[in-house]
């Protein structure tokens, strides 16, 4: 958060819009040159942290069942397995972050350390971005495994070999494209107030514009386009071949895939494009305070919006296929059986996890190398 030029005549500043600031001095149209954003901070501290908690407790209970079910029920054999799984561990990574947040909200500052702050905004950059970035992956595999099903058995099976350099490609990718928010953000005082925040501050000699943008632009190049176009180019291919094959269950596969798509959308659409304005807002002087209030009301929303995506994953990519069903169903069983084993015989446990162990030997063997746990 900077200030920008003065009014020559006024001596006004316009400060830009930021979470935990109070209040916003901009070039008026009106009588009041104070334009007070205290109804949406209200707003911020009673939203913000319950959805954020919530976002937390759902998104780590569905993407830590991904993590167990591959650990000790299924093994990944495809290309699409491997960015589940990977795509679980960022989301675990991302919504660990939020608790901070949602206190840094609720109290209207950042009340932890500035290498915390680093640490913070760094691991919630990173794993965003690589869990988009999957979500392309994703994209890519299915389109190969499904479009171009005559050529992908020798392609996905050499890819899978190199699974761990392509998986290790997006993190690295994503830790640079994040790099920057590790360099600037900071925790520092607000102008003419005590409280702390956790944002990005730019040194005057070093064009804070031109690093907002670059910054805003990555952001949205790599968390929001290049998913966005690999998804509309490779499932509208699928859905073409899904509509010309045979199959008794194309429809529901063909159902599966707009899902996927609208939910994207609808989750990443809004924010993005608030981005985008926040982008072609910048330097400008001529903001009236009733639009960076409906622009603060607007980005608690759609943040909020955007996060209840890592939510929405595992059910998408992993839980609505069969296969996923029935090992979280065999999580279920052994974790009842875990939990009556000292009311009981263990028998009955040893028993069911043996049937457990018959069960995805069986499977590991009928499944071939070209399947995936994606319901497609």
Same mark, same amino acid.
């Given at each position: 958060m900077g200030e920008e030029s003065a009014n020559s005549n006024n001596s006004i500043y316009f400060v830009e819009y930021s979470d935990s600031v109070s209040t916003v001095y901009y070039t008026p149209d009106e009588d009041d040159l104070l334009c007070s954003m205290e109804d949406v901070r209200q707003f911020s501290r009673k939203f913000v942290p319950i959805a954020y908690s919530l976002i937390c407790v759902f998104g780590l209970l569905g993407n830590i069942l991904v993590v167990i079910t591959f650990a000790f029920y299924k093994k990944a054999k495809s290309m699409t397995d491997v960015y589940l799984l990977n795509m679980a561990i960022a989301d675990i990574l991302? %919504? @660990? *972050? !939020? =608790?901070f947040w949602a206190v840094s909200h609720a109290t209207g500052e950042w009340t932890f350390s500035n290498a915390l702050c680093k640490l913070m905004k760094g691991i919630y950059a990173v794993n965003f971005n690589c869990g988009m970035l999957l979500l392309a992956c994703i994209s890519m595999d299915r389109y190969i495994a499904i479009v171009q099903a005559?050529?992908?058995?020798? +392609?996905?099976?050499? *890819?899978?070999?190199h699974s761990r350099i392509i998986c290790l490609a997006v993190w690295v990718l994503s830790l640079i494209i994040s790099? =920057? *928010? +590790? /360099?600037?953000n900071q925790k520092y005082n607000i102008q003419g107030s005590v409280a702390h925040v956790c944002e990005p501050r730019y040194n005057r000699d070093s064009d804070p514009i031109m690093w907002k943008l670059l910054v805003l632009g990555l952001q949205l190049l790599f968390g929001f386009f290049i998913p966005l176009v690999f998804m509309v180019f490779c499932y509208t291919f699928i859905v073409k071949t899904l509509v010309q094959a045979q199959n008794s269950k194309r429809h529901r596969a063909i159902r599966v895939v707009i899902a996927v /798509?609208? /939910?994207? @959308?609808?989750c990443q659409i809004p924010h993005n494009i608030l981005l985008l304005m926040t982008a072609a807002n910048l330097g400008k002087m001529?903001?009236?305070?009733?639009?960076?209030?409906?622009? &603060?009301?607007?980005?608690?929303? *759609?943040?909020?919006?955007? +996060? @209840? $995506? #890592?939510?929405?994953? =595992? /059910?998408?990519?992993? +839980?609505? &296929?069969?296969?996923?069903?029935?090992?979280? !169903?065999?999580?279920?069983?052994?974790?009842? #059986? %875990?939990?009556?084993? $000292?009311?009981?015989?263990?028998? =009955? #446990?040893?028993?069911?996890n043996s049937e457990a162990f018959v069960s995805r030997q069986t499977s590991e063997i009928v499944d071939n190398d070209n399947a995936s746990s994606f319901t497609m």
């Open positions: 991302f %919504v @660990l *972050t !939020l =608790p005559t050529k992908s058995f020798w +392609f996905r099976s050499r *890819t899978l070999a790099s =920057p *928010t +590790f /360099v600037f /798509v609208l /939910v994207f @959308l609808a001529d903001r009236s305070c009733r639009s960076e209030k409906l622009m &603060g009301y607007t980005k608690n929303v *759609t943040e909020v919006l955007a +996060f @209840l $995506h #890592c939510c929405l994953n =595992p /059910v998408l990519y992993a +839980f609505i &296929g069969q296969r996923f069903r029935n090992y979280f !169903l065999k999580i279920m069983k052994d974790m009842w #059986c %875990v939990r009556r084993k $000292h009311k009981a015989l263990s028998f =009955p #446990c040893a028993r069911l």
